[in-house]
């Protein structure tokens, strides 16, 4: 199993600019979530999903919407990037919506995004 | 102030030595109690999961909730290099994963 995987590594955008990032997880996960760190600030809900077709805000959604339309993708897209969306962006799955010292969430290894 | 506080360190401690690292926190009907390590340049990994107060242990981690000080620890035993990370707290009431609340997580360093 891939697990998690998170595509782009790095991104450098000018304001105002639009992208996508990838997330992928290839074990039949049901829950799907979007977190931004910054520092000092720990990690903070973007968006989550229950499964497919399924959406709904977290903490900081203003900026950035979700869709899933399977169980394995989840993209998260940036719609005018702001010098404010500088951040890394971390993925996460897990079986369930709850968890436990079995059923966790497993996180992608992060997009490093920059916004000039 | 916010819901979960940790030093953020880095903390330096020789190998070997007994690590404690902490959180403190506001709100009172958290009982869900997670520690998260995070290597360099990689996502969080779950290490610890407790529910409700007391001691859990695995290894050489030990996690210790005392609610009614809203105050929870790690201790890493018999520290070792490989164990230099930030390490994030998580909590929640209600064990869904869209409601834990992460904590901005404390850097330690093992010296060999």
């Known amino acids: 199993n891939a697990g998690v995987t998170q595509t782009p590594k790095f991104q450098v955008l000018k304001t105002g600019q639009s992208m996508t990032l990838q997330c992928a997880q290839d074990?039949?996960?049901?829950?799907m979530s979007w977190y931004r760190q910054d520092p000092g600030m720990g990690l903070r809900l973007i968006h989550y999903s229950v499964g497919a077709g399924i959406t709904d805000q977290g903490e900081v959604p203003n900026g950035y919407n979700v869709s899933r339309s399977t169980t394995e993708d989840f993209p998260l897209r940036l719609l005018s990037a702001a010098p404010s969306q500088t951040s890394v962006y971390f993925c996460a799955s897990s079986y369930s919506t709850g968890s436990s010292s079995t059923d966790t969430q497993y996180f992608g290894p992060g997009t490093r995004l920059t916004v000039l | 102030q916010k819901e979960v506080e940790q030093d953020p360190g880095p903390l330096s401690v020789p190998e070997g030595a007994i690590v404690s690292l902490n959180c403190t926190y506001s709100n009172s009907a958290f009982q869900y109690f997670m520690w998260y390590r995070q290597y360099s340049r990689k996502g969080p990994e779950l290490l610890m999961y407790?529910?409700?107060?007391g001691n859990k242990e695995d290894g050489r981690f030990t996690a210790q909730v005392d609610k009614s000080s809203k105050y929870i620890s790690l201790f890493i035993r018999d520290s070792q290099p490989s164990d230099s990370a930030t390490y994030l707290c998580?909590?929640?009431?209600?064990?869904?994963?869209?409601?834990?609340?992460f904590g901005p997580g404390t850097r330690l360093s093992v010296l060999p």
């Open positions: 998580a909590m929640s009431y209600d064990n869904y994963g869209q409601n834990f609340v």
């Open positions: 074990m039949n996960h049901e829950y």
């Open positions: 407790t529910y409700s107060s």
